[in-house]
């Protein structure tokens, strides 16, 4: 069905625009963002694939999410789904980049790391 509408990007707060999206781009292999002037307060990044960018919104009471969620912490709004040739070299990468490792690990073929302003994102592999 054809609606009209396409998903074009996502939108991650953060209180560092230019620090996340440098994350994002090494993390995915994509162009780095240009510099960013100082009242700018968001930021995005293009997809080289032509799939769905992201863009990064200052937040400057960014609250980090916590994981895994409990009822009285900040809740995360959502994460992403990054798929890797291999999960312990996509891991390694990750860390490499200024991710940091979920202490909670719910599934053998995912790996659950926070990005630098504490959003979730899961590393997978196709069984």
Not at 17 to 30: E, H, K, P, S
Not at 52 to 79: C, K, S, Y
Not at 90 to 103: D, E, K, Q, R, T
Request: hydrophobic fraction near 40%; aromatic fraction near 8%.
């Amino acid at each position: 069905m054809d609606t009209g509408c396409t998903l074009t990007t996502i939108t991650l707060g953060t209180p560092d625009v230019f620090g996340l999206a440098t994350f994002y781009a090494r993390l995915l292999g994509w162009d780095p963002p240009g510099p960013v002037a100082e009242d700018e307060d968001w930021l995005g990044l293009r997809n080289a694939d032509g799939g769905i960018g992201l863009a990064f919104q200052l937040e400057p009471t960014h609250a980090r999410p916590v994981w895994p969620q409990n009822a009285d912490d900040q809740q995360m709004q959502v994460h992403l789904e990054v798929l890797v040739d291999d999960l312990e070299k996509g891991v390694a990468h990750a860390l490499a980049c200024g991710a940091s490792l979920a202490g909670f690990q719910p599934q053998e073929d995912v790996r659950v790391c926070l990005d630098p302003a504490g959003h979730p994102f899961c590393l997978w592999i196709e069984t």
